[in-house]
């Protein structure tokens, strides 16, 4: 029995094709797609494309609280003015982050997403509250003063605690950092760890040259992975710009997932992931915006379009399905989640565009999604049949709260720590 339908849009099918249908939902899932018996409820999406909700494969939400903090800096002095940055930030404080993190994902089309950060127990009651779909890892760096066991078994005890919560809607999943800033032992215990518990594995690889460079004379790029048994499909790997051909043919021989960040790649300079390599290889590549002070916004709309634009300006064969498959089912088989795809027996994790707007008029819809919109024409959105915006109208979070909140955050953020020294 369906408890509404989606009617009168055009719906973004699997097969990456539009076609007139409605969508009807029940207990969470997507019941019907075509012609639907009547439902007491009905949500109109008459000039709309119906499709799945967007897939953000690699974020930190919490990061949020640093947009625009450390820019026009190379990697490794950026790196150094966000860690600085983020010594001073508290649990509290990733708590405000993640929910500012929630209401953008939501207004720009994200109804899931994989996310790395730091007291990741409060990023979970923010998503929690927001109704989102989230992957949470807190993340393992060594070092700090924390004996690794020690480390590790709070790690655990994160997974195994929120594996699973606010109704199945947050999952959990084991986060080295990078294979630059974990030893081997702790890659080792990780992957045990993350096969004990069935959960994914997610890190940064091969990010800048200077770490492909450093990790590739010890031979410990992916052969640390390997003997660590993390190359597995259980890993999603973020970036992997510097990957070569013979890595690419040993990621997608392993079926691990690469997580593509156009944007943030382009931020700081670090280079162009070899995307229609790894798609020739068979690799599934995801898409991310990685945090937004790395990328600036969590707006998977601009993802898309620069994935689609980095290709175009190597003159390579640039296909809209590719684009809108990186965003949705391969982020969904990622992830693995039973999303990204409008189909019966789906989760109804579906997102409303639009498209009666100036920009988005035009000789081809699919073309429109990738090239002419942004976030911003999401016009309703739903994860697992609950709606939480209906027509640009945010429906559990106080939205002008929490931007004035964070924007107070920022303020006296840069207030009491302007005396701190230049990075260098
Ligand atoms: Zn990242």
Redesign the pocket.
Known sequence: MSEFVITGGYVLAPDMKLKRADVAVGSGIITQVGECQSAEQTIDAKNCIVMPGLINA???TPMTLLRGACENLMFEQWQKCIWNKEAKITPSDVHLGSLLACVEMIKTGTTSFAD?YIHMDRAASAIKKSGLRGVLGWGVIEGFGEPLREKLAHRRAFVRQYNNAADGRITTMYAPHSPSTCSMEALGLLSRMSEEDNVLVTT?LL?TRKEAETLKKDNCHLQCLKDAGLLSGRLLA??SVWANDEDIKILSQHGVSVAH?PI?NMKLSVGTAPVTAMLREHVNVCL?T??AA?GGSLDMFASMRTAALLRRDRGQDTHLQDILKMATVNGAAALGLLAGQIKKGFLADIILVDMKKPHLTGHDPLSALVYSATGADVKTSMVGGEVLMEDYQIKKIDEENVIERVQKWIDDFNCWSFRELPVK
């Open positions: 690699h974020t930190h790395v940064h990010e973020a970036h960040n943030s991310g990685d945090g790395p």
